[in-house]
């Protein structure tokens, strides 16, 4: 297998070497990832400026090979989480057979995915009909890999064999000890786990604000939600997908036009 590994926290984030520790005991690893930490930027991609990238130097743990274990590369890129995964699939690697996007330091559960750059560098690869896991812990400060590094090696390596459609998995590992670790659980998105704060400051004669995600929801999350599953120590499995349409209310829509779309239809020339 040859895996693209990418991430939001940087190239030089303890986590994404985490996953090509566990993952070229898997396969052919190439890391292609940003040059500096670009956490909730989401799937955004720089469309109207050149993006620069540039071999990377891997330390000498991961350029040994054999027993068992592949070859890794890596690529820095001065971009967006989703420009890495572009330059990754489209030039700099080929023919990827899985995407990696992780092993991100803070969860991504309920709807924090429409704002996770660790996600977002991940729709990527789905949409070009490549497997692909976005990995997560939620720890911060702290943060330990060894579980997520765990669950990252036998699951990617099920993707050797899968014929079935597509799949974009959304793996969210709680911050326990390994002992502590309940079960794994195959959830779907729960509401929203964090709200946000905004706290300003005077800087000179200009107001600046700092927009945080420290406020804890005070939802109850559904049993079987990603969330709920984290609450209670277990590691969570939440496949994506991208239809953001919402079909159900297309008939209400049609009643709120109303009249509208004849009186297009009957404007003056």
Not at 66 to 71: A, R
Not at 158 to 163: I, L, R, V
Request: a negative charge; hydrophobic letters at 40%.
């Amino acid at each position: 297998m040859k895996i693209l590994v990418v991430n939001d926290d940087g190239i030089t984030a303890p986590g994404i070497w985490a996953a090509a520790r566990a993952l070229r005991q898997v396969g052919e690893v190439v890391v292609v990832a940003p040059d500096r930490q670009q956490s909730g930027v989401g799937a955004s991609l720089t469309l109207h400026a050149p993006v620069k990238a540039g071999e990377w130097t891997v330390v000498p743990e991961f350029q040994s090979e054999g027993k068992g274990l592949h070859p890794v590369s890596a690529f820095s890129v001065e971009g967006t989480p989703g420009d890495s995964c572009i330059l990754g699939l489209e030039t700099l690697v080929k023919d990827v057979d899985l995407v990696v996007s992780g092993i991100n330091a803070g969860s991504n559960v309920g709807w924090d995915v429409m704002v996770s750059g660790t996600v977002g560098a991940a729709v990527q690869g789905f949409i070009r009909g490549i497997n692909t896991i976005a990995i997560s812990v939620a720890a911060v400060t702290n943060t330990k890999y060894d579980i997520a590094e765990k669950i990252l090696k036998p699951l990617a390596g099920k993707f050797e064999k899968y014929t079935g459609d597509t799949l974009f998995l959304n793996v969210n590992i709680p911050k326990i000890e390994m002992a502590q670790v309940a079960g794994v659980r195959v959830t779907h998105l729960g509401g929203r786990s964090w709200g946000e704060n905004v706290r300003a400051e005077n800087v000179g004669p200009e107001k600046r604000y700092w927009i945080s995600r420290n406020k804890p929801s005070p939802e109850t999350p559904a049993p079987d939600s990603d969330i709920a599953a984290i609450k209670n120590s277990c590691i969570s499995i939440t496949p994506l997908h991208l239809a953001l349409g919402n079909v159900a209310a297309m008939p209400g829509v049609e009643a709120l036009l109303g009249d509208i779309p004849q009186q297009m239809l009957d404007r003056p020339d």
